[in-house]
């Protein structure tokens, strides 16, 4: 038996009840699915399931994403990250850090992710939280002359392309070639949820850059006022992690931003992670969204 519970903070839900580990039938991902659409964050608690078994319920909810950061892929598992403090590549600073500053998963993709999980198997005492930022909420709290003048605007997104700013943690810089493989793209400003088809401002921290038809300092100017009218307090859910929880956010919905954490040093200073990032829509929904 699933229940949800509301989170602590100004959104997201809470599921007891799931287990990974034996499979998550459809009738129970539906239940799950329609809780992380209203609530923008569903974490799932208590799992103690292994790679296979994650990576399972993973597919459910899209196709995985191979991460641009190809020595980021998990070995023998690319389609998961390891995120935290532990790997030996997160000994660098900006490196174990490169998700600390506001930003949608995979906004620099022609095709975006539409979901993003994080598998809690070590977490420190002090800090480690993720910050999750509802954009719908802060969508919707926009004047209404606002909201009319940005929908249907198509702005441009690159990885990496406000690395730095606004006292953020910069953001590693892409090889050569990983970089052939994200060229700028076109996203709209306003974009459609992909199974609920709510409106909201999408991914306006690191990756927007410019909008096109418009002068270039116009769209900074735009894009840094609508950035700091969504990175307030009200509309931010700080999640503190517990061993077997799995953080759920949709990206068609929300930005997020890692707290900064430093390398580990002793017990209880350890944070190891399990990221999947899904493009698509679940196969329950397929059907619908392709109509
Ligand atoms: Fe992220």
């Given at each position: 038996m699933i229940s949800i519970e509301p989170l602590d903070g100004p959104f997201g839900c809470a599921a007891h009840g799931v287990d990974l580990a034996a499979g998550v039938t459809v009738d129970h991902f539906r239940t799950l699915s329609q809780a992380l659409y209203r609530h923008r964050v569903l974490v799932v608690k208590g799992q103690t399931c292994d790679k296979d078994a994650y990576l399972r319920f993973g597919r459910q909810w899209g196709v995985p994403i191979q991460h641009v950061v190809d020595t980021a892929r998990m070995p023998g598992y690319p389609d998961l990250l390891e995120v935290g403090n532990v790997a030996k590549r997160r000994q660098d600073q900006l490196t174990r850090n490169s998700a600390a500053f506001w930003h949608t998963d995979q906004s620099y993709d022609a095709d975006v992710a539409t979901a993003t999980m994080l598998y809690a198997r070590k977490v420190p005492d002090q800090g480690g939280e993720t910050r999750i930022l509802d954009m719908k909420a802060a969508f919707d709290d926009l004047d209404a002359d606002v909201r009319h003048r940005i929908d249907g605007l198509t702005a441009m997104h690159f990885y990496g392309a406000?690395?730095?700013?606004?006292?953020?943690?910069?953001?590693?810089?892409?090889?050569?070639?990983?970089?052939?493989?994200?060229?700028?793209?076109?996203?709209?400003?306003?974009?459609?949820?992909?199974?609920?088809?709510?409106?909201?401002?999408?991914?306006?921290?690191?990756?927007?850059?410019?909008?096109?038809?418009?002068?270039?300092?116009?769209?900074?100017?735009?894009?840094?006022?609508?950035?700091?009218h969504c990175v307030q307090d009200r509309y931010i859910y700080d999640h503190k992690y517990e061993v077997g929880d799995i953080a759920i956010w949709d990206t068609q919905m929300t930005m997020h931003s890692a707290t900064p954490i430093g390398a580990p040093n002793g017990p209880g200073t350890e944070r190891l992670l399990w990221r999947i990032s899904v493009r698509g829509v679940p196969g329950i929904y397929a059907q619908a969204a392709a109509a």
């Open positions: 406000t690395s730095g700013r606004d006292g953020e943690l910069p953001t590693p810089k892409l090889t050569d070639a990983q970089a052939a493989n994200v060229p700028p793209v076109p996203h709209p400003l306003v974009r459609p949820h992909a199974v609920t088809g709510e409106r909201v401002l999408y991914a306006i921290g690191g990756t927007a850059f410019d909008i096109e038809g418009m002068p270039a300092e116009e769209a900074d100017a735009l894009i840094r006022k609508l950035k700091a």
